[in-house]
């Protein structure tokens, strides 16, 4: 039988406590994904690590989450999603102590290996819990508009406090900043947070695991690496090997008796067109921020904690819009209308990235903060009719298939917006320019600041014109692709509300 102690259908002033309390993780894993922004320098000072050991450093963490959150989803369907919390919190905890004080290369990559452990138990075990916490539609809707924007501002805000902390500590104090915030989960998870389980949840199915890793991770590094470097026959060779286990893994699904991902929960109604919504929005939300971050540092110039600091202004609109949006919904606006209203809000910020030039500040800031905005309106009302339509003691893994979704969909925009703005980049870069500039714009400012006079300023000045040229391109690109995916929200949601 479930163990969900809750007894009465709306929330009390305890459950929107503990609320606040399942933030806190929640806020945590969303910043360890841009919190090593500016530790970098000090770290390779400190640990000397090589050129593949700091890659790892960086990714370690984000694929280790990716490639587990489907397994961590359904083992806390199980076992109990406060006990896989509380499980997450104590390795999140112990992990985050050891990256702080971590004396070697290796050593920090291991411990940043168990933070994404920690990460993909508490990421759908809080989005479980506001399942189960909230049984009142009304009451869960507001709920998850608070998760979403807070998911959205830890990612932003990651990268300011990392740069904060670097200034006035060491680069081991981005990691020290978790241990408060778990400490307090850990006491007042048992007393705030009910628990909650499938009752007949079957056996636990291992072979999906490592075949849920294998399709996940080479997908996904994959096409983090198309983004950073361009087609390559590895990169392809990593999709298509991904694809393949992709395959094997929906196969297992469907023929086992007790599978790790049910086939049963997209037969939900609105379940499928959720999760493939809300990987399109963070598609949308991925690829901008790869542009967006180069602008206002390689274009605009600013440092990287000013740059920083200007990209929490975007964030500030973000608060206002899960609710506004859960507030149309109660009052009788047909959801489907409110999602497609919230791609075409993020269309119109894309829309404004094609009015930029080289000097565009406020202009760029304004379409961050209309993508944001309309992802963050797409995101609330997605995972509130995902999790709505599936069983309560299903929401681990429907909440799990959320966020791998999610996973995919950043990696994917990245990858496929990366590569047409790079396309025409360097498409508008002098064939007679040095190779570095033909690569990216970071290459090219680098290679104008070893020449001279002139012939250096050109350079940099129409490496600026061609990488604004190619954001122009991508960004029309995806407007495209949210309008189709608004479009597609009108007609697939529309008799779901």
Known sequence: MTTNTQTNSRATRKEWTALAVLMLPLLLVSMDVSVLYFAVPQINADLRPSGTQQLWIFDIYAFVLAGLLMTMGSLGDRIGRRKLLMFGAAAFGAASLTAAYANSAELLIAARAVLGIGGATLMPSTMALVRTMFRDAGQRAKAIGIWSGVMVAGIALGSVMSGILVEHFWWGSVFLVNLPAMVMLLILAPVLIPESRDPRPGRFDLLSVPLSMAAVLPVVYGLKEIAAEGLDLTHVASLAAGLVFAALFVHRQRTTESPLISPALFR???????????????????????????????????????????????????????????????????????????????????????????????????????????????????????????????????????????????????????????????????????????????GALAVAQEMRGEAASALAATAREAFTSGMHVAALSGAALLLLAAALAAATLRRTA
């Open 268 to 442: 939900g109604r609105g379940f499928a067109p959720a999760v493939l919504l809300n990987l399109i929005a963070s598609l949308a939300m991925m690829g901008s921020a790869y542009f967006t971050t180069q602008y206002l540092q390689s274009v605009l110039g600013k440092s990287a904690l000013e740059a920083a600091l200007w990209a929490l202004l975007p964030s500030v609109p973000i608060g206002a819009a899960a609710p506004l949006a859960t507030a149309l919904v109660q009052r009788g606006m047909n959801r489907a209308y409110v999602v497609s209203a919230g791609f075409a809000v993020s269309a119109a910020g894309f829309g404004l990235l094609t009015l930029t030039g080289t000097d565009s500040l406020w202009t760029v800031l304004a379409a961050a903060g209309l993508i944001a905005c309309g992802a963050v309106i797409i995101g609330s009302q997605l995972t509130d009719l995902a999790l709505g339509s599936v069983p309560a003691e299903k929401a681990g893994s429907a909440s799990s298939l959320l966020e791998t979704g999610q996973e995919f969909g950043g990696a994917l925009g990245m990858a496929l917006l990366g590569s047409i703005g790079n396309a025409v980049y360097r498409d508008e870069i002098p064939a007679t320019a040095p190779t570095e500039a033909h690569e990216t714009l970071g």
